[in-house]
């Protein structure tokens, strides 16, 4: 077990609010916002909208921290279902299957989700990595880690493959480049997608799905599983909030630090680039716990709780129905008189309440698909 003795608290509202905001980045939120980029003529709005966009190579903004708090949020939640099981007397093989059958379907949705329509008789142009796929088996590793190890165990193998991923690719020299290349050209990652990793790469000479970057990946789930146990632990509020404050701190100051030498950077999953994320994680997971389960203002989350329920649902939809043109066909008859200018920007919004409701149905139907 790795909390205290007792049962087992129920679900946490702050996990599924912090979800749903994350989500509602990927499912509309995001765009809306960088498409206010550049029409206001307010700062503040178009600095926001400068972080909704990827850097081509080092360097770091917001958008960057969507998919890792992600992940992140996957190993808080696998904390409390495996301790709940556990707690239930589910043998931990019984457990560790049900993680795994759900790793093999996240990968195959994952790898209909990256090459639909897909060419089954061309596996050389199939991409195999992808988003669905990273979280199905970051989540079998760090399953097999927390049923077997306790949380110092847990946090010194994440430090140990931060520490090993930093010291290969400074240390292993690339053909043609040497060693120590962070470059897009030279770094050992690219190298080894090149040549070991099946299929298509997404950015050609590498792919940040592949290989070597799921060692790194994996350990923001670790981390989320810390963050798991901190919440399950039998203390006060104040006690958790003082934990998870010290684990976001820490992340973030030692992932500026590590960036002198290890630049941050998504593409390579830095391990610099892991601590910061996994610091923010811990900190945005702080404010949400801190506002919706200890000082109970729960009404204002339920916007982003409708989203957070039915994740993997919306993340499809998103890829297989286009509610842009939904969009057009249901709003663009009223927001056209806005002027050329605003049209994409309220397309966007109109997309964005299309899901929302879309969500709202199921929840209020009590439908929520899960893996």
């Given amino acids: 077990m790795n909390n205290d003795s007792g ?36 700062g503040a709005i178009d600095a926001i909208s400068a972080q909704l966009e990827h850097p081509e190579w080092h360097g770091f903004t917001f958008y960057d921290f969507i998919f890792p708090l992600f992940l992140f949020l996957a190993g808080t939640s696998l904390a409390f279902s495996l301790t709940k099981g556990m707690s239930m007397g589910v043998a931990k093989a019984v457990l560790l299957r049900k993680v795994f059958e759900r790793m093999l379907i996240l990968t195959i949705l994952g790898i209909l989700d990256k090459n639909a329509p897909i060419d089954l ?37 994440a430090v140990a493959v931060l520490v090993v991923y930093y010291l290969a690719l400074l240390l292993i020299p690339v053909p043609g480049f040497g060693s120590g290349d962070f470059s897009f050209e030279g770094n050992l990652v690219g190298w080894v997608d090149r040549n070991f990793m099946p299929g298509k790469l997404r950015q050609g000479t590498y792919d940040e799905l592949a290989l070597l970057t799921q060692f790194p990946s994996f350990c923001l789930t670790i981390f989320g599983s810390l963050a798991g146990d901190v919440l399950l632990r039998r203390v006060q509020s104040m006690d958790k909030l003082k934990w998870l404050a010290l684990a976001g701190v820490s992340g973030v100051v030692i992932g500026l630090i590590w960036n002198q030498i290890f630049p941050i950077n998504k593409h390579l999953w830095s391990s610099s680039f892991i601590c910061l994320t996994a610091g923010l994680s811990f900190l945005f997971l702080l404010l949400f716990y801190w506002i919706i389960d200890v000082l109970g203002y729960k009404k204002w989350s339920f ?4 989203i957070g329920m039915n994740s993997l649902v919306i993340y499809l ?10 969009s057009r066909l249901l709003f663009e008859g009223i927001y056209k008189h806005a002027g050329e200018k605003w049209m994409e920007v309220f397309n966007a919004l109109g997309a964005l309440a299309i899901v929302w409701l879309f969500l709202y149905f199921l929840y209020k139907h009590k439908i929520f698909v899960k893996v």
């Fill in 7 to 42: 049962p087992v608290p129920g679900r946490l509202a702050s996990i599924d609010a912090l979800r749903g905001f994350d989500m509602l980045m990927i499912s509309g939120g995001g765009a809306f916002i960088f498409l206010l980029g550049g029409k206001t003529n307010i």
């Fill in 317 to 326: 939809v998103m890829r297989f129905v286009d509610l842009n043109a939904s």
């Fill in 121 to 157: 008789f061309d596996p050389a142009h199939i991409r195999y990595g992808s988003v669905l796929g990273r979280i199905g088996l970051s989540t079998f590793i760090v399953a097999c880690l927390y049923v077997n190890f306790g949380w110092k165990q847990r946090l010194i193998i």
């Fill in 303 to 306: 916007f982003f709780r409708v």
